[in-house]
């Protein structure tokens, strides 16, 4: 929608034909974005041999990445990523997923606080484009920014990378703090120790601290963990309520990254031999059966420590 606005002609690709077929016809994402017309300059297709143009965006979940990379007809330029997470399986980065299975294109991350639905809409929002090459980057930005949409530009991907995979972890703790009722103190507090282990993480792994302070880490967490729209923060809500991760999930059609992303986040920290508790006690929850009060206590219980570390 927003490159369409900024006088791009866009070709948006669905994998079933049908669907294609019913976005065509109706102007409508009637299952992702429903009361959403579709703008003008887009046109749809569910054949990927049909994408042409020098840009190509892939906004398929984190998981998914390395599977549609791997059915992309070979091609120079930029591959413009916009999942937040890691691979749970390999530990990967999107950026990294890309680099090994589409060697001859770059990839280019575009992260930040943006719910799909606002930015459809025409909402103003801004974001962090991130490019090794910085020539190309600013480029990019110039080109796909517009009136509502305005690009900053990076050349740190694993900042980036790193903020869009950990914020999702952070707000589904954040969530579960509200779904407990333990309280907006509580919740200030987590979200930042969170933001300081995205900090550490970032030290340890190569992500820039004004990367992780910007639009990609901090921005994207203040949206992410203070909104119900999340669905990271929803399915946080919901856990802390007393559902089930299964009952939640089932009763989902779209994705919910920070689940993914949990483990893998975790073990990234502990094989790098980084504190982390806040991402450690969520996978605990998600996929080690702990139960989200001794979780809680867990982490109050902690020995105190100065505050810068
Ligand atoms: N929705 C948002 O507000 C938003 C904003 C910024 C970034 N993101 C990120 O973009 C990614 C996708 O998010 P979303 O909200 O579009 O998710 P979604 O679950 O709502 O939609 C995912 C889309 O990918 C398709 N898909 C699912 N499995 C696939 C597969 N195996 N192969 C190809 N396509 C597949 C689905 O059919 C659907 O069209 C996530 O990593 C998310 O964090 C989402
Ligand atoms: O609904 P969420 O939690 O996947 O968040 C969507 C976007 O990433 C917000 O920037």
Redo the contacts with the bound molecule.
């Keep these: 929608q927003s490159f369409a606005a900024a006088g791009h002609p866009v070709t948006l690709w ?3 034909p049908d669907r294609a077929a019913a976005i065509q016809g109706t102007r409508e994402n009637a299952a ?1 974005l429903p009361g959403i017309g579709l703008h003008p300059g887009i046109a749809v297709t569910a054949d990927l041999a049909a994408i042409g143009g020098d840009l190509r965006l892939l ?4 998981q ?1 990445l390395r ?2 990379l791997q059915r992309l007809p070979p091609r120079p330029g930029p591959l413009l990523i ?4 890691i691979e749970t399986a390999t530990g990967r980065f999107m950026d990294e997923i890309a680099a090994e299975t589409r060697p001859e294109a770059a990839p280019v991350l575009l ?1 930040g606080p ?4 606002e ?1 459809a809409r025409g909402l103003p929002t801004a974001l962090t484009l991130a490019c090794a090459d910085a020539e190309a980057g600013a480029a990019l930005a110039r080109s796909l920014g517009h009136r509502t949409l305005r690009l900053y530009w990076t050349e740190d991907l694993r900042g980036v990378a790193l903020g ?1 995979a950990l914020k ?1 972890v952070l707000a589904i703790a954040a969530g579960i703090v509200t779904g407990r009722g333990l309280g907006e103190n509580a919740r200030a507090a987590l979200v930042t120790r969170g933001l300081a282990e995205m900090m550490r993480l970032g030290a340890g792994l190569g992500g820039r601290p004004e990367t992780l302070m910007g639009l990609s880490g901090l921005g994207d967490l203040l949206l992410t963990a203070c909104s119900a729209t999340s669905r990271n923060t929803s399915l946080g809500i919901a856990l802390g309520q007393g559902r089930s991760l299964a009952e939640i999930l089932g009763a989902r ?3 919910t ?1 920070g689940v993914w992303t949990a483990a893998a986040a975790a073990r990234l920290a502990a094989k790098a031999g980084i504190d982390a508790p806040v991402i450690d006690a969520v996978d605990a929850v998600l996929n080690r059966g702990a139960a989200i009060d001794t979780a809680v206590a867990g982490l109050l219980l902690r020995p105190a420590k100065r505050e810068a570390q």
């Excluded at 906004?59 to 984190?62: D, F, K, L, M």
């Design positions: 669905a994998r079933d992702y906004a398929a979940p984190a998914h599977a549609i916009t999942a937040k997470g992260s943006s719910f799909a639905e930015v869009g999702n059609r779209s994705v990254e």
